[in-house]
């Protein structure tokens, strides 16, 4: 085996058409980042988020028409960890790698906490003791059913998806008279005191997370019917709708509360948005915002418990993680070890039981795993580039400029595993020369 080209192993079943990758996509962004990050980001940015939202948005543009056609170039599973060894170096390859596994497991970690957050408010239990062992119990019990296989995956992401969407419609529907009457006084000063763009640009690199769901669509290549087609369409569609849906949440939830008690609000118990429909003093509206919540942080969970497997099984055919998470189940056409792992780690993770230190670590860690990824569409031939080089470089320019904006304890824990893992990968591949 050379190091650009993985074990010849069983394949996964191309069984996702465009609506079903546009629901993978919904499924992964419209969850923690809408129902839980809007919130920690306004407690960061003040009423400035909405403009870090559209900041953010934008770099996740860039970064989503790099996904779409190194995706639509080489659909196969493994995302930018697959596109980094291809056209950058096996040592890129693997950082990609490593930083996404690290990235998304701690996003996933979010979601969990934030599931168990959202379902305690609506049993009248405060956050807690439970609150840990709830988001555990429920990561374990999704690890469990997406190891059935994508069909199944699906399914389940399809009816989250619809709930999710249609409670944050009617949060925002019903906001709109009070964000209205409340005029501007919500939105000034624009920026917190004493602050020039930092905390614009802070919050930014916080909101741009929430835009990187498109990225399970590439992840999942492998499963894509006609992936050069159906990819970019549904990255692009994805893109659109969430961009929209999180700006208008952002204003409700700023227009309704005020900055810092939507920030707050994230930070206490992971459910900013049910303190907006209390305030707004709807019984039936905080309800259904729960329930529509509750099954958008389930949906976020099946997607990146979805995408991480399958990164972690690319990982594995090229030896950068243990052989045995390589086996594909024949019957249900999922890499199961892969899957359990990962679950297990997001687990773990989940034990922190902060959603703004497993937030911010996640928005450093993916932005130097989409820097990777506009650095690999760079590097494509003619013949393989379907957009422009500027929105590449766009995205690179972005992804850097944004990363180091979090904070430096975060950034620097980020840096120091990065570290280990490449240090551990030469060692590997030391080991394995001299074994030859």
Known sequence: MTQHE??????????VGLPGAVLLGLGSMVGTGVFVSVGIAAGVA????VAATGIAALVATANGLSSAQLAAAHPVSGGTYEYGYRW???????????????????????????????????????????????????????????AGGIRRSNLGNAVVVSIAIGGLGLLVAF???????????????????????????HGAALMFVAFTGYGRIATLGEEVREPRRVIPRA??????????????????????????????????????????????????????????????????????????????????????APRFLAAVDARRSSPVASVWTCGLAIAGICLIGDVRVTWSFSAFTVLVYYALTNLSALRLPAEHRLFPRWIP?????????????VEPQIWGVGLALLAAGLAGHLLRRKLDVTGD
Not at 6 to 15: F, N, V
Not at 187 to 200: C, K, N, R
């Open 88 to 146: 950058l170096s096996p040592a890129l390859g693997f950082t990609a790698g490593w930083m996404f596994m690290l990235a998304k497991s701690a996003s996933a970690a979010t979601a969990a906490l934030g599931l168990a957050g959202y379902l305690l408010g609506t049993l009248g239990v405060g956050p807690g003791a439970w609150h840990v062992a709830l988001a555990v119990g429920a990561t374990l019990g999704i690890t469990g059913f997406v």
């Open 175 to 201: 906001a709109l008279p009070t964000v209205v009457a409340e005029g501007a006084d919500r939105f000034t000063p624009f920026l917190p005191a004493g602050d020039d763009v930092s905390a614009l640009l």
């Open 393 to 405: 470089a766009l995205g690179l320019a972005g992804c850097l400029g944004l990363a180091f904006w």
């Open 6 to 15: 993985p074990d010849t192993q069983p394949r996964l079943l191309r069984a």
């Open 46 to 49: 003040g009423p400035a988020v």
């Open 235 to 320: 990255i692009i569609t994805t893109m659109i709708v969430v961009s929209l849906l999180y700006v208008a949440v952002a204003a409700t939830g700023v227009g309704v509360l005020g900055a810092e008690a939507f920030g707050a609000a994230a930070e206490r118990g992971a459910a900013p948005l049910e303190a907006v429909a209390v305030a707004l003093g709807a019984p039936l509206l905080v309800r259904g915002l729960a329930v529509a919540a509750i099954a958008a942080m389930a949906g976020v969970l099946i997607n990146l418990v979805l995408g991480l497997s399958r990164v972690l099984l690319a990982m594995a055919r090229r030896h950068d």
